[in-house]
């Protein structure tokens, strides 16, 4: 039984990933390699055909692999290496469903690690909140992802030329029977239970499993080190936490059964998360704890490019 749970823990970890096919370069591609894309131009990009109706979006193992040749390879390694904000149309293979928000990341308390992790940081942020699988709706087994992606600026019309700093949570990767996503903590170390759902897609799961383990190993949690080195320069000496995790702070909630209706701000409100971090996990297991800022998003769209275009590098593993 141990075995059993050990790997579908591994595998299920990475369906956090969000793979695509390998495309040419678009202009937007480009325009931020030559030159570096502000963040308004990316998020122009991912609110510039916003849905009629809710799509629902189903993955499926058949395509993981097309005549012969492995996408989910091929996909992974792209994941790993691209770091473009915005590249041509590609499928979610395991994500497919999604919101997206802008927003500002901002660090309010003191704290030892570095980048924008520290007090006083202030940072635009692009963020993609996601269901694994198919399901959206209450009712089924729901794990919910969350994906940043950090601009070191408060000016959204500034060429960034240093990349964004990425990051990747999600609250359970077997999934849970959270009425509402703002219900749960997100994690980038995040828990697992063993539901009907991954027994269903055993197969789906190992064959991500296989790729990713081809293309990058230590799946089950995501390093944080990208927002860590943010804005230092080379060769200094940074601190970066372990863990990261979010939880939303209001506790109000829209009784919405898809997660996308739930999570839409209409003009004048706002999304506000808690940012916690930690390092240690001094007794029973239990991690130390320390909120040190939030992000608060202002405005949502459900869109084609929030679900097809949207690209979140993810990091190589780094030994420490």
């Known amino acids: ?22 495309t040419k370069l678009n202009a937007m591609e480009k325009k931020y390699k030559e030159y570096g ?21 189903e993955v499926s193992y058949k ?38 928000f802008k927003g500002i990341w901002s660090i309010e308390a003191e704290n030892e690690y570095g980048g924008y992790f520290k007090k006083g940081s202030s940072a635009l942020i692009i963020a993609r ?12 087994s729901r794990a919910f992802g969350f994906a940043g992606k950090l601009f070191p600026t408060m000016n959204p019309n500034k060429l960034n030329q240093e990349a964004s700093a990425n990051f990747f949570l999600i609250d359970d990767l077997g999934g849970t029977g959270a009425k509402y996503y703002r219900d749960v903590e997100l994690r980038n170390e995040p828990s697992v239970s063993i539901s009907m759902e991954v027994v269903h897609n055993i197969l789906y799961a190992l064959k991500v499993s296989s790729a990713f ?41 829209v009784d919405a059964k898809d997660f996308r209706e739930e999570l839409k701000i209409e003009e004048g409100e706002k999304l506000v998360f808690n940012i916690w971090v930690a390092s ?41």
């Open 1 to 22: 039984m141990f075995r059993v749970q050990t790997l579908l823990f591994i595998t299920i970890s990475l369906l956090l990933s969000a793979c695509s096919s390998n």
């Open 37 to 57: 894309a502000s963040f308004s131009d990316v998020w122009s990009e991912v609110a510039s055909d916003p849905y009629v109706k809710l799509p629902q979006k």
């Open 63 to 100: 395509k993981l692999s097309v005549n012969g040749e492995n996408i989910i390879l091929e996909n992974a390694i792209r994941t790993l290496h691209e770091r473009a904000d915005v590249i041509e149309p590609f499928e979610k293979l395991a994500h497919p469903n999604g919101i997206c």
């Open 129 to 140: 909140a996601s269901t694994a699988m198919s399901n959206t709706k209450s009712g089924s």
């Open 213 to 253: 383990k081809e293309a990058d190993k230590n799946p089950t949690i995501r390093q944080l080190y990208e927002i860590s080195n943010l804005g230092e320069k080379k060769n200094t000496k940074i601190l970066t936490p372990k863990w990261l995790k979010i939880d939303a702070v209001s506790e109000h909630r």
């Open 280 to 320: 240690k996990t001094p007794k029973d297991d239990t991690k130390d704890w320390k909120r040190i800022g939030v992000i608060t998003l202002d405005t949502s769209v459900t869109s084609l490019s929030c679900d097809t275009r949207l690209h979140f590098h993810h990091p190589k593993w780094r030994e420490e």
